[in-house]
């Protein structure tokens, strides 16, 4: 079975900074594009940022643009996900996410992780 | 690039349809056939329903299925049952740096 598990979420001072990583197992980590989304509390779904199979191709939301930076080691099959002038706004469940192709449906989801971005 | 327009919620006795549409535009939902759905229940992680637009992945029972139609993609879900209440979201390929975008979400309720 597939399995995502994220980590580093936590409590961050506005502009502050934060590294999340995912492990994945139960499938072939190489051979996928992933994805970072998110999820404020009480709202919807937000795509935050894609990386393809080998890491060649990044993309961001705008609004993260700049900001943060999706990397992968596929030697150790972890996702990251380096956040830097976190703001308030950015408080959110981020969900690790395997994609059927880059840029297509997220098939399977970890369990997510909580960053709180407040004083 | 803005969230894909949803009803906030819809509803249905057991056994009853309901349809959610999806609305974006020609640059998202109209232009590709890359829209999924998602279910999520309260604190739960979400669950992909369906694929390019009209797929079901394994063990997505077929009462679950997809549609589109210009820039408007649907969600219907027949015989409804209990386990059915949750939200729903839609989600497109865009072909832009902002590669894909969400729908608003949709609370289903079984009454």
């Known amino acids: 079975d597939v399995q995502l598990l994220e980590s580093g979420g936590g409590l961050v001072q506005p502009g502050g900074s934060l590294r999340l990583s995912c492990i994945a197992s139960?499938?072939?980590?190489?051979?996928?594009?992933m994805t970072w989304v998110r999820q404020p509390p009480g709202k919807g779904l937000q795509w935050v940022s894609a990386?393809?199979?080998?890491?060649?191709?990044?993309n961001y939301a705008d609004s993260m643009k700049g900001r943060f930076t999706i990397s992968r080691d596929n030697s150790k099959n972890t996702l990251y996900l380096v956040m830097k002038s976190l703001r308030p706004e950015d408080t959110a469940i981020y969900y690790c996410?395997?994609?059927?192709?880059?840029?297509?449906?997220?098939?399977?989801w970890g369990q997510g992780t909580l960053v709180t971005v407040s004083s | 690039q803005s969230a894909l327009t949803q009803p906030p919620s819809a509803s249905g006795s057991p056994g009853q349809s309901v349809t959610i549409s999806c609305t974006g535009s020609?640059?998202?939902?109209?232009?590709?056939?890359?829209v999924s759905w998602y279910q999520q229940h309260p604190g739960k992680a979400p669950k992909l329903l369906i694929y390019?637009?009209?797929e079901r992945p394994s063990g997505v029972p077929d009462r679950f299925s997809g549609s589109k139609s210009g820039n408007t993609a649907s969600l219907t879900v027949s015989g409804l049952q209990v386990e059915d209440e949750a939200d729903y979201y839609c989600?497109?390929?865009?072909?832009?740096?902002?590669?894909?975008?969400f729908g608003t979400g949709t609370k289903v309720t079984v009454l």
């Open positions: 989600s497109s390929y865009t072909g832009g740096n902002n590669l894909r975008v």
């Open positions: 990386i393809s199979e080998r890491g060649g191709n990044t």
């Open positions: 996410v395997k994609d059927r192709r880059f840029g297509s449906e997220s098939d399977s």
């Open positions: 139960g499938f072939t980590f190489s051979s996928y594009a």
């Open positions: 390019e637009v009209t």
């Open positions: 020609s640059s998202d939902v109209g232009g590709y056939n890359y």
